[in-house]
């Protein structure tokens, strides 16, 4: 089932403190982590049929709707135990891609942004 290829994807993200997911077409789902893009070799290279059945398992209707008039479409998307994620739905090359960026929660620290004692 495409939803728990996504949430699979999305745990190992989360794992690899990554900040965001692309999938598309031809291609092993990729994560953004420190800027640079990984594919994630755990996984199988996506589909058109796979990219599609994903996107289509986590939107609404009412949001089905606006990609197929606008060819893209963003949303949020949340995962229990694990984390909220912006979404955006696009066309690229005649096939359904996505990238989900992972939402924080909680505000990072002074360590975590490498600021000067003061």
């Known amino acids: 089932m495409p939803a728990l290829t996504l949430d699979r994807c999305l745990r190992g993200l989360v794992e ?13 789902p990729r994560v ?5 893009l990984t594919p994630m070799a755990e996984e199988s290279a996506l589909t058109p049929e796979d990219t599609a059945a994903i996107a289509h398992a986590i939107m609404r209707e009412d949001i089905r709707e606006q ?16 984390g909220r994620f ?22 990072a ?4 942004l490498g600021l000067p004692d003061v």
């Open 86 to 107: 912006r979404v955006n739905v696009f066309r690229q090359r005649g096939t359904l891609a996505m990238v989900l960026r992972r939402v924080r929660t909680s505000a």
């Open 32 to 36: 953004r982590v420190n800027g640079a």
């Open 109 to 112: 620290g002074f360590d975590d």
């Open 67 to 82: 990609l197929e008039r606008r060819n893209e479409v963003d949303f949020a998307y949340s995962v229990s135990g694990l």
């Open 16 to 28: 690899r403190d990554g900040s965001d997911l692309h999938l598309k077409a031809g291609s092993k």
